[in-house]
């Protein structure tokens, strides 16, 4: 069964820095793209970041770029995103999921991570 | 970049059907045959019903079906059912190489 557990959010102040995990597990995780995606109290879903199974490619939302960075350990089956400079509008629910398709369909998601930015 | 373009809401009695549309651009849904559809139950991560514009995963019912037509990609669901009643979201890929959702639609089944 495939399986995605993150973990990593919490409560941070503006402008501080938060990293998140996400653990893959029932599948080949070194072979597929993974993406992160969040969601706002109240608010739709917004695509953050994806990168390639050999971190080859990396692409990012123009809302995050150059304050976030999206990695991955394939030995450790571990998806990551370290989130810095972080705003009140980063507060979110952070998915992470599978990339299928061409990376262009997302098959699993994980049931999120919570990142709470408040003084 | 704009959110792809959905209603905020849709509603209908069981057993009928009912149909979300999603409006992007060329730089989206326009150029590219890379639209998904996702359900999201309230509290609960998003789940892939269409994938590619009109194909579904393995396990997801026939009454979900994808189409598109220009800039415009529509979800229709047929026979509707209670459990039906979420959250539903497309996306897209972009030229930009990045995805793109739309703002979501909440679907009520009377």
């Known amino acids: 069964e495939v399986q995605l557990e993150e973990s990593g959010g919490g409560l941070v102040q503006p402008g501080g820095s938060l990293r998140l995990s996400c653990a893959a597990s029932g599948f080949t995780f070194s072979i597929y793209w993974m993406h992160w995606v969040r969601q706002a109290p109240g608010k739709g879903l917004e695509w953050v970041s994806r990168v390639k199974n050999d971190e080859s490619e990396i692409t990012y939302a123009d809302s995050v770029k150059g304050r976030f960075t999206i990695s991955r350990d394939n030995a450790k089956n571990t998806l990551f995103l370290q989130m810095n400079s972080l705003r009140a509008e980063d507060m979110a629910v952070y998915y992470c999921a599978r990339g299928v398709g061409g990376s262009r369909n997302l098959d699993a998601w994980g049931q999120g991570t919570t990142v709470t930015v408040s003084s | ?110």
């Open chain 2, 1 to 110: 970049q704009s959110a792809l373009t959905q209603p905020a809401s849709v509603s209908g009695s069981p057993g009928q059907s009912i149909t979300i549309s999603c409006t992007g651009t060329s730089s989206d849904i326009g150029g590219y045959n890379h639209v998904s559809w996702y359900q999201q139950h309230p509290g609960k991560a998003p789940k892939l019903m269409i994938f590619d514009v009109s194909d579904r995963p393995s396990g997801v019912p026939d009454r979900f079906s994808g189409s598109k037509s220009g800039s415009t990609a529509s979800l229709t669901i047929s026979g509707l059912q209670a459990e039906d009643e979420a959250d539903y979201y497309c996306s897209s890929y972009t030229s930009r190489k990045t995805l793109l959702f739309g703002g979501g639609t909440k679907l009520t089944v009377l």
